[in-house]
């Protein structure tokens, strides 16, 4: 490995590494604009400018150099903090004068850096130029003025995101950086050039002149807007959540989160539930958390086990369904499902129904089939590695269900179970191109397991992953992508149907024929709920959705960004939810209406602090005792897969922005909503 000199100090760093990374690693700190360890190099900010002995007679760009073995290289010298300071001079030529109104204001990189490196004066008489703001979308404020060329955006939305939609026009003083059709960027992923931009020219339209970075209370937890379990930070002011930022794990979501993720903020503290609620004469009437939760243990002792049923919706945490569960056993019902969509699986090894290559593991696949899953929708910073594997090349990929708008090159080979059926018994010439690759990997998605011949078609996908050699001791590609946060941990604790126990559709349909006499719905929203009769119905929950609107009693439970939780992934990682702020009103924690609910029942569980309910719940699934650890799970033996339908694959997700209670309540995604549907209208008409 090359060894260099860096102001003094020899370091060994490895070949291909350029300047800037050794410098880093000798502790030295170099400014920089337009370079980022994940984006192409662009080299064009020139503030990264170091002094090498025996190299070019004038500084160099560290980003675009690459390390050689020798080298002595100096990043503090005379030559080199002129070179700096006139890099600065140049970036502020134009640059406008309005701190004090810029959001990005407190954490401004040209701020900071202008402060440490700069001369601290301009020579400059001229006008500054003035640049027309563009328009990017609901999500994304432009001050095109403050733009200094670094080019991150551009990069990020061509090589991450997926998408050319954003490029720089004019030379020289002219140059703009813009939409090239002057339209909202169409990524699911566009909020995060916000933080890559070290300027205030990007900022969040929705979060403008609300707060300043300082006066905002941080919290790092996990997101449950899909089941990657990206890590986030919470900013709070007061009681409300202000903004929500990625926070970086190279093992799930690198720096990078979905547009759901960052804007749902506002749907936090609309449509709330805050006090308990009884439904008497057809209406709703506030209540006393002690009549609310008397009525709903009335009601279930006057029922008999097998005539009641409890489904987990998908945003619970672990522990409210382990405390569900450990009530729904010392009630005796066998019916509790945490499947809110009725997809067919669990109930057999954990790698059933894990991503079990991890997504990192995508970076080594070379061969990928997508079975009934629009990754874009599903799971958006997954489809970002798809990508970013895509473009490093010696990869092919293909699909089989709806067709959904790609942004990598990927083949579409048939919509339904016909075409896995033929590539599982070798018929198809993709079943060679996953045999030749390495590291085959193949993706089942939720829009071909929430299905009656769901388990079917799983175990037709389990029986060509082995055939292809997707399944091995070095190598696992057979991978489940869940769209629900709460649904691994509910597989993993066991909230599925007992002997002779319903499964949700089951339970729907027995509710409407009146053999069910109490449903108990846990967050549950994503569900028909017409028609359920007589049946008695228990909501606990957050906001006022689809559940509240059918409930008989309303128990207010708190929203993620409330409580402390367990969440784990579609890896099987488990990771830790923090409180980063105070429910409304008197909301309380789901687990603790649970253990309250068992105490008016005459069934008291047996815990009474979070801390020993997550004894429980490691006694119950040890693996939650490793945080943050995707541990490697066993896959169930080779079976008949059994009969599938003809039934094309649907997709999972009908609109990327309203997939749950908290994103319905949300503005903001309603915006993105409607502003999607209308530019896929306006598509459609333009080609006919």
Not at 613 to 624: K, N
Not at 661 to 680: G, H, Q, T, W
């Amino acid at each position: 490995m090359p060894k260099l000199t860096v102001d003094g100090i020899e370091i060994e760093i490895e070949p291909g590494a350029n300047l800037l990374q050794a410098c880093e690693a000798a502790g030295k700190e170099i400014p920089r604009f337009c370079y980022h360890e994940r984006l192409s190099i662009a080299g064009n900010c020139r503030m990264c400018l170091v002094e090498v002995e025996g190299g070019p007679p004038k500084p160099v760009a560290s980003c675009a150099m690459p390390v050689a073995d020798k080298m002595v290289v100096h990043t503090d010298s005379p030559m080199v903090r002129k070179a700096r300071e006139g890099a600065m001079e140049f970036l502020l030529a134009n640059h406008p004068l309005d701190c004090p109104i810029c959001d990005q204001g407190g954490e401004c990189d040209l701020q900071d850096q202008a402060m440490g490196y700069g001369a601290g004066r301009s020579r400059y008489l001229e006008n500054k130029r003035a640049v027309e703001d563009k328009y990017m979308g609901p999500l994304i404020k432009t001050v095109m003025t403050r733009c200094i060329h670094c080019t991150r955006c551009v990069r990020f939305t061509t090589e991450i995101a997926g998408i050319s939609e954003l490029g720089a026009t004019g030379r020289g003083e002219d140059m703009e950086i813009t939409t090239y059709l002057e339209q909202a960027v169409t990524s699911e992923l566009s909020g995060n050039v916000i933080d890559l931009c070290p300027v205030g020219a990007l900022t969040s339209k929705p979060y403008a002149f609300r707060a300043r970075p300082w006066e905002l209370r941080k919290t790092e937890t996990v997101d449950v807007m899909d089941a990657v379990g990206s890590n986030i930070r919470v900013d709070v002011r007061n009681t409300q959540v202000m903004r929500i930022l990625p926070v970086n794990n190279d093992d799930v979501n690198e720096e990078w989160i979905s547009d759901k993720t960052r804007f749902i903020w506002d749907g936090l503290r609309r449509q709330r539930l805050d006090t308990p609620y009884i439904r008497e004469g057809g209406k709703l009437r506030a209540a006393e958390w002690g009549e609310a939760l008397a009525l709903v243990a009335q009601k279930m002792k006057a029922s008999q086990p097998a005539r009641m049923a409890a489904i987990a919706g998908d945003l619970a945490c672990g522990e409210s369904m382990m405390a569900l569960k450990d009530l729904w056993d010392r009630l005796g019902s066998p019916h509790l499902d945490c499947r809110q969509d009725g997809a067919r699986i669990g109930g057999g090894e954990r790698g059933d129904y894990l991503f079990n290559s991890g997504f990192a593991g995508i970076e080594q696949a070379d061969a990928l089939l997508l079975i009934g899953c629009n990754p874009r929708w599903d799971a958006a910073v997954v489809n970002a590695r798809i990508v970013q594997r895509a473009r490093h090349g010696n990869f092919q990929a293909a699909s089989i269900g709806a067709p959904f708008d790609n942004n990598f090159p990927c083949s579409h080979l048939g919509a339904g179970p016909g075409a896995l059926r033929e590539l599982a018994q070798g018929g198809h010439p993709f079943t060679s191109v996953l045999q030749q690759a390495k590291h085959p990997m193949v993706i089942t998605g939720m829009g071909a397991l929430a299905r009656p011949d769901g388990g079917a078609v799983l175990a037709l996908a389990r029986q060509l992953a082995e055939k292809v050699g997707a399944l091995g001791q070095e190598w696992n590609g057979f991978n489940v992508l869940h769209t629900a946060a709460a649904r691994v941990a509910g597989l993993d604790l066991g909230l599925l149907p007992g002997t002779e126990g319903m499964d949700v559709p089951a339970m729907l349909e027995a509710a409407k024929s009146g053999a069910i006499d109490l449903l108990y719905l846990l967050g549950a929203d994503e569900l028909d709920l017409n028609g359920l009769g007589k049946t008695f119905v228990v909501y606990q929950g957050h906001h006022g959705d689809a559940g509240a609107h059918r409930a008989d009693v309303i128990l207010p439970g708190v929203a993620y960004t409330e409580k402390n939780g367990i969440y784990v992934n579609s890896e099987g990682r488990v990771q830790l939810g923090v409180q980063a702020a105070f429910p409304p009103g008197a909301a309380r924690e789901d687990w603790k209406i649970l253990r309250a609910l068992s105490d008016a029942v005459g069934m008291t569980l047996p815990y009474d602090s979070l801390d020993a309910l997550r004894a429980r719940m490691i006694e119950a699934a040890p693996h939650f005792s490793n945080v943050g650890v995707a541990q490697r799970a066993r896959v169930s033996p080779l079976t008949d897969p059994g009969e599938t339908g003809d039934a094309p694959f649907k997709t999972a997700i009908a609109d990327f922005y309203f997939t749950n209670p908290v994103a319905r309540a949300s503005a903001i995604m309603a915006e993105c909503s409607a502003l999607a549907n209308e530019m896929k209208k306006k598509a459609v008409r333009a080609h006919g």
